[in-house]
């Protein structure tokens, strides 16, 4: 029985497109805002189409008692966003601040919640006051985000850093992903 974890290729396949978005979007958020969201729409848009598509030809594929159990139901999911992406691109502007802002605090806690750990069971203080200080920054920054969430500097801000933060998952997966490959094939 395969699972997600067999499937290495689709996690260079996501890494990849999760580079590719975040390095169109880290450009376009420092040269041009008003386009960056257009275009970041588009990009993720074409990534939705590309993920659906391969779940959906997995599903067709394999066999559906298997690792592609809900692949079509994906597939379709992912298609259909993507759709939604095309057709409002401007709409990912307020939706993205927002849950840009929910998704760094929800990361804030758990970092502030290792802080606390690390107290009680004694880890280094320089891991102590790391996570303490990424949950500062992080809740401090969501705070700012929903309170001047129209202004156009701050948008600019967490654009630049949502794509420097997806160039970085991206490398990761990719990273992942190839070695993963090859660990499969030796």
Known sequence: ???????????????????????VDLILSIVDLGS???VVSYCIAGGLFIIGLLHIIANLIKDTKSFFRGA???????????????VYPLMLGDFFIYFSAAF?????????????IGIRFKYKRSWIFLYFLLA?????????????????TLKQI??????????TVGVAAIVYGIKATNKKAE
């Open 72 to 86: 079509l139901v994906l597939g379709c999911i992912a298609i259909a966003l993507g759709v939604v992406f095309v």
């Open 104 to 116: 760094v605090i929800a990361i804030s806690v758990v970092f502030l919640a290792k802080a606390f």
């Open 158 to 167: 967490v654009y630049i850093t949502m794509g420097a933060l997806a160039i």
């Open 36 to 38: 960056a969201i257009k």
């Open 136 to 152: 500062t920054v992080g809740i401090t920054l969501s705070i700012l985000a929903f309170v001047y969430e129209g202004h156009a």
């Open 1 to 23: 029985m395969k699972t997600f974890k067999e499937q290495k290729w689709m996690i260079l396949v996501y890494g990849i497109i999760l580079f590719a978005i975040g390095l």
